[in-house]
């Protein structure tokens, strides 16, 4: 790497595969001068197995899979373990909090179970209309073409909680922007 006031003028990489297997980061040095030692390095491991690009370790740490490539086990300063059944998540557990989730025929989630506290999605085909966690209420509200275009919340109170309503803004990409 050369550099000049400052700034990188040139660096070369040499790769014998797509597959990262390390990161270094360095600081920056007196000009013309090539960094010596990183100052932070992240390593990443792979299988030699079936799929040879499945990253099997990061930082040291191992990370585990089942036969079908679901993550089961990882840990990246706290541990995360997950159930599955199929391609379907319904379990996981990280910083003390446990999670399960149940799915409809379709597959679609109908609900999600934080630390005891359900909160349940109601479906029109595959689209989420409304959810409700400890009586309150979330509706949300869609264009004629099912685009997301606001919500509605209710407290859990409906003696003295009101809807409610938020927009979302969106450019002329169509991305949201903001909610008002």
Do not use: C
Not at 54 to 76: C, E, F, K, M, V
């Amino acid at each position: 790497m050369k550099y000049s006031r400052s700034r990188l003028l040139a660096s070369r990489q040499t790769r014998t595969s797509y597959i990262i297997t390390s990161k270094k980061t360095y600081a920056l040095t007196a000009e013309g001068t090539t960094p010596t030692s990183a100052t932070s390095t992240y390593s990443y491991g792979y299988s030699s197995g079936t799929w040879g690009d499945l990253l099997t370790s990061y930082r040291g740490q191992a990370i585990t899979y089942d036969a079908i490539g679901n993550p089961l086990s990882y840990y990246n300063g706290s541990r995360y373990t997950f159930t599955w059944t199929g391609r379907q998540l319904t379990g996981a557990s990280y910083d003390g909090n446990t999670y399960t989730f149940t799915y409809n025929d379709e597959g679609i989630r109908t609900s999600k179970t934080k630390n005891g506290v359900t909160t349940t999605y109601y479906l029109n085909g595959s689209q989420i209309m409304a959810e409700e966690t400890n009586g309150n209420v979330t509706v949300y509200l869609y264009d004629s073409q099912g685009l997301p275009i606001g919500m509605q919340y209710h407290g859990a109170d409906y003696a003295t909680d009101a809807w409610d309503t938020y927009w979302f803004e969106k450019n002329l990409q169509g991305e949201q922007t903001k909610n008002d």
